[in-house]
T-cell receptor, first 117, second 115 residues
Framework: NAGVTQTPKFQVLKTGQSMTLQCAQD?????MSWYRQDPGMGLRLIHY???????DQGEVPNGYNVSRSTTEDFPLRLLSAAPSQTSVYFC????????????????FGPGTRLTVL | AQKITQTQPGMFVQEKEAVTLDCTYD???????LFWYKQPSSGEMIFLIY??????QNATEGRYSLNFQKARKSANLVISASQLGDSAMYFC????????????FGGGTRVLVKP
């Protein structure tokens, strides 16, 4: 049981390049999400998915695309990297909670540290 | 919109003592969940404790407890008997009633445990 895995761990891009951050989970979780963490700050939601074929925007979606073709995988695509996208990216998954009252603990991957020059 | 405020950017605590980390929130949702996560220097996010807005009792998980004051919209984390391994960033987060999985995080508090 690997939990949530992310690849790569580190990446350096030049401005304008595109790339895909990979995320996979083996817990059969319906809900998956991507967050970014800028230095000294909390996490901000980029995109999320409540199941295969269903995605939606979070708080800071501009410059990123996602798709969810399977339950297990939720890749994040940077279309044209910019220095402002230098950050640590976390993927997370959980069972789908209809109500916030339920403890829908989110399991986080180890993160991808991205630097855009 | 929801908002989480953690007013303590950094704290020192002596080993074996207790420490309280402040978290206040702003939401108009009738039901919500509050979470605390720990982020050590290695970077991973570790779930610590959860409190539902309708829970009558304060949540506890081992050395972690939550001082939940709904009327004051605060959910302070108490770590008892601090250990050197407790040195980390701590984040408070809130989930929305209409989308129970979407989390809004505070800016975090850095705790350094002194031997």
């Amino acid at each position: 049981n690997a939990g949530v895995t992310q690849t790569p761990k580190f990446q350096v891009l030049k401005t304008g390049q595109s790339m895909t951050l990979q995320c996979a989970q083996d817990m059969n979780h319906e809900y998956m999400s991507w967050y970014r963490q800028d230095p000294g700050m909390g996490l901000r939601l980029i995109h999320y998915s409540v199941g295969a074929g269903i995605t939606d925007q979070g708080e800071v979606p501009n410059g990123y695309n996602v798709s969810r073709s399977t339950t297990e995988d939720f890749p994040l695509r940077l279309l044209s990297a910019a220095p402002s996208q230098t950050s640590v990216y976390f993927c997370a998954s959980s069972y789908l909670a209809v109500l916030a009252e339920k403890n829908n603990e989110q399991f986080f991957g180890p993160g991808t540290r991205l630097t855009v020059l | 919109a929801q908002k989480i405020t953690q007013t303590q950017p950094g704290m020192f605590v002596q080993e074996k003592e207790a420490v309280t980390l402040d978290c206040t929130y702003d939401t108009s949702d009738p039901s919500y969940g509050l979470f605390w996560y720990k982020q050590p220097s290695s970077g991973e996010m570790i779930f610590l404790i959860y409190q539902g807005s309708y829970d009558q009792q304060n949540a506890t998980e081992g050395r972690y407890s939550l001082n939940f004051q709904k009327a004051r919209k605060s959910a302070n984390l108490v770590i008892s008997a601090s250990q050197l391994g407790d040195s980390a960033m701590y984040f408070c987060a809130i989930s929305r009633s209409a989308a129970g999985n979407k989390l809004t995080f505070g800016g975090g508090t850095r705790v350094l445990v002194k031997p």
